[in-house]
């Protein structure tokens, strides 16, 4: 088990203060860091004059080891006793990440994500920010109770209950570790509107939502880590199953947004013809596009994959016209 995952399962006052603190000092600085994807990560981690991180960014945003000094000895000296830090010979690494989004500050797990559960960040986050803000602009539904499916960091989460200051905002997760990273998140944003639960789906959480989203993993991931699988269908059976169990949970004009990725063979988009079986016959207005045509094109290469020729990034957004 690694120092992050030691701390975080202790989810100690300690640790929680601690994050809570470099957060802050993060956010005094002016840091900011935009996430990229995993291989760009990679590439960049790799060139000869990156080894040593020499800034805030290089060290919590980049995930380098950097030398003992760059914070001041007693914020640094937490943070080793938290586990937060983690010296490897005279070098200092951060257990955790920091990403920035619009203003907010975002905790999330250390690079790489190879860990069953890891907490995600990057491109598909700032996607699904897009498609939350623009769906906030345009619709004129009331918005008095809202849900995160499988919220990670809390980010669409966060972004409701920023713009919709008297709605209920729930953030649900089965990883124990997105809840930790969800509280703190909020708590640092100085949200007070959302609430974060342990939820398969909707199945732990009772009522209607005037706005649901969803960000799931659509992987095919042969680990099956909770971060990255979908489900076996090329990924889309977690997407199609938040969809069947969301619609019945919206109230009448409320909206299902879905930002998810679909796995294009032959040219055809088998999710948005699993949409149309499931949509189609139901009291619904919906609408269905892409958002971007090829994302995370190093995963064609993984095995499952051979019959894929891309992978779409798309959004869904689901309306009840009636009672089902």
């Not at 960049?44 to 990156?50: G, Y």
């Not at 938290?82 to 619009?102: I, N």
């Not at 994500?113 to 619709?139: C, K, M, W």
């Not at 055809?268 to 207005?285: G, K, Y």
Request: one cysteine or more; charged letters at 25%.
């Amino acid at each position: 088990m690694s120092g992050q995952d030691r701390a975080l399962v202790q989810d100690s006052t300690d640790v929680r203060t601690s994050l809570l603190q470099l957060g802050q000092l993060l956010k005094n600085s002016g840091y900011t860091f935009v996430t990229p994807t995993p291989l760009t990560h990679q590439r960049v981690n790799e060139r000869p004059e990156n080894a040593l991180g020499e800034n805030l960014r290089d060290a919590f945003g980049w995930n380098r080891f950097f030398e003992s000094g760059l914070l001041n000895r007693e914020e640094e000296g937490a943070l080793i006793e938290s586990g937060l830090l983690q010296y490897d010979g005279s070098r200092l690494k951060s257990a955790v990440r920091w990403s920035s989004l619009d203003g907010l500050l975002l905790v999330h797990s250390a690079f790489p994500t190879t860990a069953e559960d890891s907490v995600f960040f990057g491109p598909d986050t700032y996607r699904f920010a897009q498609s939350i803000q623009r769906h906030l602009t345009s619709n004129q539904h009331p918005i008095k109770r809202a849900v995160d499916i499988g919220c990670g960091t809390g980010a669409g989460a966060l972004l409701i209950a920023e713009s919709k200051p008297q709605a209920e905002v729930l953030a649900v997760d089965i990883n124990p570790k997105a809840l930790v990273f969800a509280e703190l998140n909020a708590e640092l944003a100085g949200l007070s509107n959302v609430h974060c639960h342990s939820s398969n789906v909707l199945n732990d959480v009772d009522g209607e939502f005037d706005l649901i989203v969803a960000n799931p993993p659509y992987m095919k991931d042969a680990k099956k880590r909770a971060y990255r699988h979908g489900g076996d269908s090329l990924g889309a059976d977690l997407s199609v199953r938040i969809v069947r169990e969301s619609i019945e949970r919206l109230s009448v004009g409320g909206s299902l947004l879905l930002y998810t990725g679909v796995a294009i063979v032959n040219g055809e988009d088998p999710f948005l013809a699993a949409m149309h079986e499931c949509l189609d016959n139901e009291p619904l207005d919906w609408s269905y596009r892409e958002l971007d045509p090829d994302v995370f094109g190093e995963e064609l290469l993984v095995p499952g994959y051979e019959i894929v020729e891309r992978i779409a990034a798309v959004e869904l957004i689901v309306t009840p016209r009636g009672k089902h």
